[in-house]
């Protein structure tokens, strides 16, 4: 099933469209959920019942965040280090920005940032200049606006709903991604 929806099929066949719902979350969180389905009424009626039920509800806030091209290299690969990475990232038209972060696993990643059109043809161009380097992914994604993040308190009611609410929409088999601007 996984291969079929990677190559933009159902199980029965039918192609996949896209869906993006726009939302807000419990804590005043902005919420843009990416997703791909073969019936875009059940995909959104799906969506919008669990907001409803995590006290989120759809309204446009898609304008507090920026579509951009994101590639993430693991930390060390290939023997490189950050400021080559930086070095090389840099001098390819189409990078905005390099950072290092930690990843979905507490592992330490390196993270470029480019112009949607173009995180293709940089993950490709970093590769072919840093010989060995492991891109772990790439592709385009919701980014927060800086000013306009959220600062989620740890122990409010609001942060476990929110936490709910994002790991209910990632088990459903409509969403593809969620992106927040929560801190």
Do not use: C
């Amino acid at each position: 099933m996984a291969i079929q929806r990677g190559q933009g099929k159902s199980t029965s066949g039918a192609a996949l469209e896209p869906v993006l719902v726009e939302a807000m979350g419990p804590g005043n969180v902005a919420l843009v959920i990416d997703g791909l389905t073969d019936n875009k009424l059940r995909a959104l009626q799906e969506i919008k019942y669990i907001l409803n039920k995590y006290h989120g509800q759809a309204t446009p806030s898609s304008y507090l965040f920026a579509r951009k091209g994101i590639i993430r290299i693991e930390a060390g690969s290939g023997g490189h280090e950050f400021d080559n990475v930086l070095e090389s990232a840099l001098e390819v038209d189409g990078t905005e920005d390099v950072e290092e972060s930690e990843g979905e696993e507490g592992k330490p990643e390196i993270v470029i940032t480019t112009e949607p059109a173009r995180a293709g043809a940089v993950a490709a161009e970093v590769r072919r200049r840093l010989p060995g380097l492991e891109v772990a992914s790439y592709g385009i994604e919701w980014v927060p606006n800086e000013d306009t993040m959220v600062e989620v308190v740890p122990g409010e009611k609001s942060e476990g709903l929110l936490q709910e609410l994002i790991e209910k929409l990632e088990e459903s088999d409509e969403v593809a991604s969620v992106y927040t601007n929560a801190k």
